[in-house]
Each structure stands twice: as structure tokens, then as C-alpha cells.
């Protein structure tokens, strides 16, 4: 059996039976494509070489060794917090010295912006530029704004063809035909406040100006089928459960589709855990407009609440994916032929085979869970994978299909 009929094989087993999951993904992701862009690891190179270079420069150098020199003397527990973590016990003190200048660099430059002083802003200002420039150029910039607009068109088409009421389906169309790709770029006039974050941007639904932040992360993505997943994803944050009580006012037409993705049988989407929400009141930790807001929204995470540690919200993560999936399926309707061949061609969202260690509490499902339980469960993606292997997909094939979310069982 050839590489690609073994790999169809591998993954309509684990669609047609529910056993032996964890064997199943791994054996796909071995043989799957590779889920990170080869050519990715040379982006990462320039990028640190750009923010070591800034580091070094004469003018952060100056400001970082006042700064160690003050807190030194005034052995404050801040630079000795710093020291015992990093356990430098081993290391010498010019070491200790550059490392220390990286950390300032980093944090307390690059990661608060703007500075106070003019010439470390242009510093900042040019090291953005230089790398959106040297690595995110217009070629790969029309490449990415191409999948966009296929992407996009495709949402599109998949909201018109869902059978939602016709007041929610405009304002959710409205609110889709409008987002666009954001480039940070000058920097001076992009309004972020802090460059540590754009140069580690990847591709990120921003929902007050209701665009995707795109950042050098974007060149990752192994493949443009699992590009092209990732921005109906992001898409899918538009009007996924927290972005759709705080920016529409009707009735949520997916309360079904939630409502599956958060039981056994799919993802099992975690609900937020509001058990420290009074407390943080209380201590002041969060505001009483932020306190009110989580407690009218409990879909939504926020930067303050849940703090790390403390499980935030699975669904928005969950409905996004389950939105890509029908994106997805429908661009293999064939509407645009030229795209659903091409995209037909790679496995999806490969990217979800790199092994993660997730942190307590995040917003994020198992990749794992992820990838099986919405992505690769849908019918019609499992239809399309069928067609393109014939009767080798019928050997040693379960006869109990995975479970997906519809929106209209």
C-alpha cells in the first residue's frame, strides 16, 4: 500500500471506531506531513538574531545596567527574585550580566510601547520593520492575503448555505464581510503597545477592531490547507459565544451546536471555573465593570480572569474549530474547483500533530482532541478522504462512525 493509502487507511480507522484513539493519532501524525514548515526554523534564526543585536545595542545596554546597578544596590527582592529562578549559580557574572540585558531588552523594552525616550523607540520601531520586512515581505504577504480572501469567501458562502434565522444570519454576515488582515506595519503607526507581542504573532482574531492580527508565526503553518483552516478559524472567532454576546443582540442560533461540543461525545469543551470570581473582587484584583462583564458573558476569558491555572473557557476555541471544519467541507463541495483540488491535497491542520504541553487551565482542548473530535469527524471531510482511497479504506473498518455536531441533526 502506497504512503498516502496507508495514511487515509490510518485515519478513517480511527473515524469509523472508537477504540484505541491515542494509537491512532499518533500513527497519523507519523505519517502525515510534517506539522511545522520546514523553513520555519530559518524565520526563528533571523528573529532572534534581529532581538539579540537590539539587546546589544549601546543605548538599551546603558539603560539596562543603570537599572540592574540601582536595583543592586538597593538589593531589591525584584533582581533577586530574577537571579534565584534562573539559577545562575554556575555561571559567571558576565553572563549573568548579558542575560540579564536580554531579560530588559525583552520585558521592559520591546514589551512597553513606547518608551520615553525617542531614539530606543526608533530602535523598536526599526527592529519590527526590518523583520516584517526581511521575512513577512509582499511576496508572502500576497500569498497569505490570497488564502484570506479564499478563506473568507468561503465562510461566506458556509453561512449563507446554514439553516439560521434570517436577522442572526445578517448580522453575522455583516459582521464576517468586514474583517481584514492586519499588518503591523510601520510599526509607529499600528497602535500596539507592546513589539515583544507582534514579533510573536501568529494569526489572531482582534475583535474591537474585528481584524486578524498577523504576525511571522503565520509562516509556521505547514501547508495552505491548514493555513487556509486556520483563518475560517479565526474568522470563526467573530461570532463564537463570548464575541456573540457582547457584539450582537439576538438570540445565539448555535446554542445546539455549544451545547454538543461541550458534552462527552464531542470535545468536551470546559466550562470557566468562577469559583475565585468573587474573591478578586473583593481584592480588588479585577475592576467591578470586569467583574459585571464576566458575569454577563460566561463564555469569555480575560487577560485579569481566570488568572493561570484556573480553567477559562473551552468554547470559543472549540467553536471555531467546528466552524473551520464546516468551512472546509463545504470548499469540498467544489464550488471553486481550482481551490478544492488544491486543498484537497494535504492533510488538515496537521499543525495540531506537534506534542504540546498545554498549561493548566488553558482555552484550548487536547490538539488531539481537537483534530479527532471536530475536525476529522466531519462527515462530509471523511466522505472526501473516502472517495480518494476507494476500497482500501473498507480493511479492518469499525462500524460505529465518530460522533460530529451538527448544526440541524
Avoid at 510534517?34 to 539587546?55: C, T
Avoid at 450582537?248 to 471555573?273: H, Q, W, Y
Avoid at 496537521?350 to 462527515?379: F, M, W
Avoid at 480518494?388 to 440541524?408: T, V, W
Wanted: charged share 25%.
Amino acid at each position: 500500500m502506497g504512503q498516502r493509502n496507508k495514511l487515509m487507511t490510518l485515519i478513517a480507522m480511527y473515524l469509523f471506531s472508537t477504540t484505541a484513539l491515542a494509537d491512532t493519532y499518533n500513527e497519523i501524525c507519523q505519517t502525515a506531513h510534517p506539522w511545522e514548515n520546514p523553513e520555519f526554523s530559518e524565520v526563528v534564526k533571523i528573529r532572534e538574531k534581529k532581538i539579540n543585536d537590539f539587546s546589544q545595542n549601546i543605548l538599551v545596554v546603558k539603560k539596562a545596567d543603570e537599572i540592574m546597578s540601582k536595583l543592586m544596590s538597593a538589593k531589591s527582592p525584584i533582581i533577586f527574585d530574577w537571579l534565584q529562578k534562573r539559577n545562575f549559580k554556575e555561571k559567571s557574572e558576565e553572563q549573568i550580566v548579558l542575560e540579564w540585558r536580554s531579560y530588559y531588552a525583552q520585558m521592559l523594552v520591546l514589551n512597553s510601547y513606547p518608551q520615553k525616550d525617542k531614539k530606543i523607540n526608533n530602535l523598536i520601531e526599526n527592529l519590527v520593520d526590518s523583520l516584517y520586512g526581511k521575512i513577512m515581505n509582499q511576496s508572502q504577504q500576497a500569498r497569505l492575503n490570497n488564502l484570506f480572501s479564499q478563506a473568507k469567501k468561503m465562510a461566506l458562502v458556509t453561512i449563507k448555505e446554514m439553516n439560521l434565522p434570517k436577522i442572526q444570519k445578517k448580522e453575522i454576515l455583516d459582521r464576517v464581510q468586514k474583517i481584514k488582515l492586519f499588518w503591523p506595519r510601520p510599526f509607529v503607526k499600528a497602535n500596539i503597545s507592546s513589539a515583544l507581542d507582534v514579533v510573536s504573532w501568529s494569526v489572531a482574531y482582534d475583535p474591537i477592531p474585528n481584524r486578524i492580527n498577523m504576525g511571522l508565526e503565520a509562516l509556521r503553518y505547514p501547508n495552505e490547507q491548514s493555513l487556509f483552516a486556520v483563518f475560517a478559524h479565526e474568522i470563526g472567532h467573530s461570532f463564537d459565544p463570548c464575541r456573540y454576546g457582547a457584539f450582537f443582540t439576538n438570540t445565539n442560533p448555535f446554542m445546539n451546536v455549544i451545547e454538543c461540543l461541550r458534552g462527552p461525545k464531542s470535545v468536551g469543551a470546559k466550562l470557566r471555573d468562577d469559583s475565585k470570581l468573587e474573591s478578586f473582587l473583593e481584592t480588588k484584583k479585577i475592576s467591578l465593570g470586569l467583574y459585571q462583564s464576566l458575569k454577563a458573558n460566561t463564555n469569555c476569558n480575560k487577560h485579569e480572569y481566570p488568572p493561570i491555572g484556573t480553567q477559562s473557557d473551552q468554547i470559543n476555541e472549540s467553536f471555531a474549530d467546528w466552524f473551520s471544519a464546516e468551512v472546509l467541507a463545504q470548499n469540498l463541495k467544489g464550488l471553486d474547483k481550482q481551490w478544492s483540488k488544491k486543498l484537497a491535497q494535504n492533510m488538515v491542520r496537521s499543525d495540531l500533530c506537534e506534542q504540546k504541553n498545554l498549561v493548566e487551565g488553558t482555552s484550548y482542548p487536547r490538539s488531539q482532541d481537537r483534530l479527532q473530535k471536530i475536525y476529522l469527524a466531519h462527515p462530509l471531510l471523511l466522505s472526501h478522504l473516502i472517495s480518494q482511497n476507494g476500497q482500501a479504506l473498507k480493511i479492518g473498518l469499525g462500524k460505529e462512525k465518530a460522533f460530529y455536531c451538527e448544526l440541524s441533526p
